[in-house]
C-alpha cells in the first residue's frame, strides 16, 4: 500500500486506539488542559458518531497530581510517583467522564500493570474486558497503574503501552499523539530538519536523531519511546500515524498529518509478539558468534553449546533475553532450566549431556516455537 492508502487505512479504521502524552494534556503551570482535553474528546466523539470504536491510552495522573501535592516539578522517588498517580488519576478520569458526557459518551476507566500484559491468563482477562466495553459503547480510557506500580513490575511507558493495548483490543490503527508533529530526520527544533512523513517497516532509522523526553519534564516517554512502540505495532500488522496533539482533530479524522509507520505485510504471529514485547526477561544467556548465525539465519533453537555465560536467577518456563558477545540483544524466550542448573551445561553438546546426566538433558535451553528474535 501506498503512503495515502496507509493514512486512509487509518483514517477509516473501524478499531482505533488513540495516546496522548503528559506535556499534551497540562498547561505551563502543570494542571489539566481542559481545552485541550475538549478538543481530543470532540475528535474521537465525531469517530464515534461514525459507528467506529475507539480506545484512549492517556498519560497524565502523576503530572496532574503532583502539583495539587505542592510539588514544584515531577517526583523521581517511586513513592511520591504513586502519590502523585493516585491523587491525579481521579481527577484525569473525571474530566474525561464530564467532556465525554457531553456528548453523551461514557467512559470506563481501565488500570494496567505489566503483569496484565506479561501473563497469558490476565491478558485474555483484558481482551475480554476492552471488548465487552467496546460492545456496550464505552470508551476505555487506559493508564498504567501508576499507583501501585513497581519498577519491577512496570510496562515502562504509555507508548508502549498503547501497541500492547493496541495488539490486545485487534485494532485497525494507532494514533500516537506527543508534543512534536511527527518523526524528524534531525532535532526539530533546528533549522534544516525535515519531517519524514512515512516509515516502511523494518527501515533503518539509525541515521536519524532522534531525541528523548521534552522541554516540560512532565512525561517519561519521548521520541524514542514513540518510535520503539509504532515498531511494536507495525510488527503486529498495525498502521502507526504519530503526530503533535495540536493536531488531534485532523489526525483522528483524517490521519493527512505527521509520520505514518507502515505495517508488517507479515505480521508477527501473536505469540511471538507477546514473547518479544509483553514479556519481561528475568535472566540473560549470552552466546557466541556460531550461535547468534544460528539462530537469526537458519532459525534454530538454542542448545547449551553456544552459550557462555549465564546472568540472572530464573526457572524453568520463564522470560530470558538472549545477548550476542558484543552484548546486544538477539532473542527473548521462554527457558527450559533453571538458572542454578544452566552453568554446568554451557559449551556441552546435547548428546554428551543426554549420555552423562541421563535423556531429560537432551533438549534445547529455548525452543525455537518459544523464541521470538529481536533483531534480523
Not at 308 to 319: C, M, N, Q, S, Y
Request: no cysteine.
Amino acid at each position: 500500500m501506498s503512503q495515502s492508502e496507509q493514512r486512509l487505512a487509518i483514517a477509516g479504521a473501524r478499531r482505533l486506539v488513540v495516546k496522548i502524552g503528559s506535556s499534551s494534556l497540562t498547561d505551563e503551570a502543570g494542571s489539566l488542559d481542559r481545552d485541550r482535553i475538549e478538543v481530543l474528546v470532540q475528535a474521537i466523539a465525531r469517530r464515534l458518531g461514525a459507528g467506529h470504536q475507539v480506545v484512549l491510552v492517556s498519560s497524565g495522573a502523576i503530572a496532574t497530581g503532583f502539583p495539587v501535592l505542592g510539588l514544584d516539578s515531577r517526583p523521581r522517588d517511586l513513592a511520591t510517583q504513586q502519590a502523585s498517580a493516585s491523587v491525579g488519576q481521579g481527577m484525569l478520569v473525571a474530566a474525561y467522564s464530564a467532556a465525554f458526557a457531553q456528548h453523551g459518551v461514557t467512559v470506563g476507566q481501565i488500570l494496567l500493570t505489566a503483569e496484565d500484559v506479561h501473563r497469558r491468563s490476565h491478558y485474555r482477562n483484558a481482551q475480554r474486558t476492552f471488548t465487552r466495553l467496546l460492545e456496550l459503547g464505552v470508551v476505555p480510557v487506559v493508564n498504567e497503574n501508576d499507583t501501585v506500580a513497581t519498577d519491577e513490575i512496570r510496562v515502562g511507558d504509555n507508548d508502549r503501552l498503547a501497541a500492547l493495548v493496541a495488539h490486545v483490543v485487534g485494532a485497525d490503527a494507532l494514533i500516537l499523539l506527543s508534543d512534536v508533529e511527527g518523526l524528524f530526520d534531525g532535532p526539530p527544533d533546528q533549522p534544516g530538519a525535515r519531517l519524514v512523513p512515512e516509515v516502511v517497516y523494518g527501515q533503518d532509522l539509525s541515521s536519524f536523531e532522534i531525541g528523548g523526553v521534552g522541554a516540560a519534564g512532565v512525561g517519561l516517554g519521548g521520541m524514542t519511546s514513540k518510535v520503539q512502540a509504532a515498531q511494536v505495532a507495525a510488527a503486529a500488522g498495525i498502521p502507526v500515524l504519530l503526530t503533535s496533539a495540536t493536531h488531534a482533530a485532523a489526525a483522528i479524522a483524517t490521519a493527512e498529518v505527521g509520520t505514518v509507520f507502515f505495517p508488517s505485510q507479515s505480521p508477527m504471529p501473536t505469540r511471538m509478539l507477546w514473547l518479544a514485547h509483553a514479556t519481561a526477561a528475568h535472566g540473560v544467556l549470552t552466546v557466541d558468534s556460531g550461535a547468534v548465525q544460528a539462530l537469526t539465519q537458519r532459525g534454530t533453537s538454542l542448545l547449551p553449546a553456544g552459550i557462555t555465560a549465564v546472568a540472572g536467577e530464573f526457572h524453568a518456563g520463564d522470560p530470558v533475553e538472549v545477548h550476542g558477545p558484543d552484548g546486544h540483544v538477539i532473542a527473548r524466550g521462554l527457558v527450559n532450566f533453571d538458572s542454578d542448573e544452566l552453568p554446568a551445561l554451557l559449551g556441552r553438546s546435547t548428546k554428551e549431556l543426554a549420555t552423562q546426566l541421563g535423556p531429560e538433558y537432551e533438549r534445547e535451553v529455548i525452543h525455537r516455537d518459544d523464541l521470538a528474535l529481536l533483531t534480523r
